[in-house]
C-alpha cells in the first residue's frame, strides 16, 4: 500500500508538470531549408548557460532577467526570457517571469521598460518588443500546460494583445509604435516587426482583418525603409519614419548614429521576418530574409566576415564579430536557398562564445531555438478561438476497442487530441462537424486517451482501446 501511495503522488506531479511538447521539439518548418548540422544540444547548451548568467530569483516566485547593468532588468529581457523558458518546457522559470512582467505594469498594462533589480521603476512605460514576444510567449504557453492552472495564460495572452493593439499600433495607420507612449508614423522601429506573431494573435483574438493589416504594414515600412534610402540587401535602418525615410526624432533625441544605420537594433530585424517565412511562407518574408541572406553571402564573401554595424549602402562602420549579427543572418539563410552557407552559418553562430554578455548570449539562444527546430509554430495558434462548455456537452466515441478508426460525437470547433500510452500526442485536429472519424491504422496497439478540448480548455477524455 505504501509503495502504491508513493506510485500515485509521484504519477500526480508528473501530471501538474505535463507539457505538450517537451524541449527538444526537433520540428521541421513546413517552408525554407534548414541546417544539414543542425543540433538541439547547442540550442540546449546555450539556455543553460543563459539560465546560470542572467536568469536571479526574487521573492514569492518571481524571477529577473539581469541586463547589460546587472541590477537592472529590462522590459525586453522578460520577454525573450518568457520565449525560452516556454520552449524549452521551464514553466517555473516563465511563470515567475510573467508574474515579474505583471508586477511591474504601467497603467495601460504594459510593463515598464527597466527596473531596478527586482522592483522599482528605473525607466517607464512600455517597449514594445516586448510586450510581442511576451504575448506570443504567452500563447505558447497556453499550448504547453493550458490554462486551467493558477496563470490563465490564454485570458493573459488576450489582455495583453488588447493593450498592443490599444496603445502600441498607431491608431488608423497600422504602423506598429515602439512604445505605449511614443512614436507611429513619425518614429518606428523596424526590428520590433514580428508579423509571424500577428497572424497568431489575429486567429487567437478572432481579429484577423486587423492584425494582417499590421503585418501588411510592417513590409511596406521596411520596403519603403530599403528603397529610399538605396539600401544593400535588407540593411534596414534602427529607427524610421513610416514612410521609409529617416526620422527627425531619432535625430533630435541623439540616438545611436541618428537611427540611420544597420546597429543593435536593426540587426534583429532577419530573425523576426525570417520566422514569418519558416512558419507561413509569407513571399515577402521570403523576398526581405533572402535579400540578408545574399548580402552576407554574396558581398561579404560568407558568415565570417560579419561585423556589427552598416551604413545602409552596405559599407562598414562595426568592428565586432558576433552573435547578435551572426545568428540573424543565419536565420535568413533558412530562405536563402544556398544550403553550404546556412550550415557554415550555423557552425560561426555556435562556435562564438559570448557567455556574459546579455544581448549577444541571449540572441544567440533565441536564434539557435529557431534554428534547431525549437522555435515553433503551435497547432492550436492556427484555430478559431469559439468558445462553448465542453462540460455541458455531450460527447461519446465508438467503437469501442477497434481496430483502426473511431468515430467521435463532439461539438463543431473542439479540438479532439489523441494521446498515445506512452504520453505523446500522435493526432491533433479541430472539428468542422458533431461527427469526426479519427484513423489510427498507423498506430500500434494499445491504450489511447481521447481529449476532446474547447479554447477555455475545459475537456472530456475518453479512454479508447485499439487492438
Not at 498592443?164 to 512614436?183: C, M, R, S, W
Not at 560568407?302 to 552596405?314: L, V, W
Request: aromatic residues 12%.
Amino acid at each position: 500500500m505504501k509503495n502504491l501511495l508513493f506510485v500515485s503522488i509521484a504519477f500526480l506531479c508528473l501530471k501538474s508538470y505535463a507539457q505538450t511538447q517537451p524541449f527538444p521539439a526537433n520540428k521541421v518548418y513546413t517552408n525554407g531549408i534548414m541546417a544539414a548540422n543542425k543540433n538541439s544540444q547547442d540550442a540546449k547548451a546555450n539556455y543553460d548557460t543563459w539560465k546560470i548568467n542572467f536568469v536571479e530569483a526574487c521573492s514569492n516566485g518571481r524571477y529577473r532577467i539581469k541586463f547589460d547593468d546587472s541590477s537592472k532588468t529590462v522590459s525586453e529581457g522578460i520577454g525573450y526570457g518568457m520565449l525560452l523558458a516556454v520552449y524549452s518546457g521551464d514553466k517555473t522559470l516563465f511563470d515567475g517571469l510573467w508574474l515579474y512582467y505583471k508586477d511591474n505594469v504601467n497603467s495601460n498594462g504594459v510593463m515598464n521598460w527597466k527596473i531596478n533589480g527586482c522592483s522599482g521603476i528605473d525607466g517607464a512605460n512600455g517597449a514594445t518588443d516586448a510586450e510581442l514576444d511576451a504575448a506570443f510567449a504567452l500563447i505558447v504557453a497556453d499550448y504547453q500546460w493550458a490554462s486551467a492552472g493558477t496563470i490563465n495564460y490564454k485570458n493573459d495572452a488576450k489582455t495583453l494583445i488588447a493593450a498592443i493593439k490599444a496603445y502600441e499600433v498607431e491608431a488608423n495607420t497600422f504602423v506598429l509604435k515602439p512604445g505605449d507612449q511614443f512614436g507611429g508614423s513619425t518614429i518606428t522601429n523596424p526590428s520590433y516587426f514580428s508579423p509571424a506573431y500577428y497572424r497568431v494573435f489575429g486567429t487567437f483574438t478572432n481579429d484577423a482583418t486587423f492584425w494582417n493589416s499590421v503585418a501588411a504594414k510592417s513590409y511596406t515600412i521596411i520596403n519603403s525603409n530599403l528603397t529610399v534610402n538605396n539600401a544593400v540587401g535588407g540593411l534596414v535602418s534602427d529607427w524610421c519614419m513610416a514612410s521609409g525615410a529617416y526620422s527627425p526624432t531619432a535625430s533630435a533625441n541623439n540616438y545611436n548614429r541618428e537611427g540611420k544605420t544597420y546597429t543593435y537594433d536593426a540587426a534583429r530585424t532577419p530573425w523576426r521576418i525570417a520566422v514569418d517565412y519558416v512558419w507561413n511562407g509569407n513571399a515577402d518574408a521570403k523576398t526581405y530574409a533572402k535579400k540578408s541572406s545574399d548580402f552576407v553571402r554574396v558581398t561579404l564573401g560568407g558568415s565570417a566576415n560579419i561585423k556589427d554595424g552598416y551604413n545602409q549602402n552596405g559599407t562598414l562602420i562595426g568592428q565586432w564579430h558576433n552573435a547578435t549579427f551572426v545568428g540573424a543572418f543565419a536565420c535568413a539563410a533558412m530562405a536563402g536557398e544556398n544550403q553550404t552557407h546556412l550550415d557554415a552559418s550555423y557552425t560561426d553562430l555556435k562556435n562564438l562564445n559570448e557567455p556574459n554578455n546579455y544581448f549577444n548570449h541571449t540572441l544567440k539562444t533565441l536564434y539557435s531555438f529557431l534554428l534547431t527546430g525549437n522555435f515553433y509554430l503551435p497547432p492550436t495558434a492556427t484555430l478559431s478561438t469559439g468558445n462553448f462548455d465542453i462540460e455541458k456537452s455531450t460527447v461519446t466515441l465508438f467503437p469501442n476497442p477497434s481496430s483502426d478508426r473511431f468515430t467521435v460525437n463532439a461539438p463543431q470547433q473542439s479540438t479532439i487530441s489523441v494521446i498515445s500510452p506512452s504520453g505523446s500526442i500522435v493526432h491533433q485536429q479541430k472539428t468542422t462537424s458533431e461527427t469526426t472519424e479519427i484513423n489510427l491504422a498507423n498506430q500500434t496497439s494499445g491504450i489511447y486517451l481521447i481529449k476532446i478540448s474547447n479554447d477555455d480548455f475545459k475537456s472530456v477524455t475518453k479512454k479508447v482501446i485499439l487492438k
